[in-house]
């Protein structure tokens, strides 16, 4: 038997994780991903991205430090993103295109904000 054809092609997981307020490692949260990833929804069905595209809610992704995160499945691509201009470039880029938004990029190591990266 052949593998069936995924129901989406991508995931998009955007951390929702909401700590208490003054915790050292921070939230995404509490830096509005949650308005974001409401935004990425809209978006992405605007875009007509929604029946090959599920942009998800996910519990922490531990990269708590980095701002709000994101990764795309099964490519396994880290983002951080900050606006919704953030947002607007990794659809278009990642899930329109089939590129990568490099400056929003994470690394596998990375621990903290790039200065490029920085709000």
């Not at 997981?13 to 809209?42: I, Q």
């Amino acid at each position: 038997m052949s593998d069936p054809k995924p129901y989406f092609e991508a995931h998009v997981f955007c951390c929702t994780n909401r700590r208490p307020d003054g915790h050292k490692r921070g939230s995404c949260a509490a830096e509005g991903s949650e308005k974001l990833r409401d935004y990425m929804k809209v978006r992405a069905r605007e875009l007509g991205l929604d029946a090959r595209v599920r942009v998800n809610a996910a519990g922490c992704l531990d990269r708590c430090e980095l701002g709000p995160t994101l990764v795309v499945y099964p490519e396994g691509v880290w983002y951080t993103y900050r606006t919704t201009a953030d947002v607007d470039a990794i659809l278009q880029t990642h899930l329109v295109e089939g590129g990568r938004v490099d400056r929003l990029m994470l690394t596998t190591e990375q621990r903290e904000l790039r200065p490029d990266q920085r709000g």
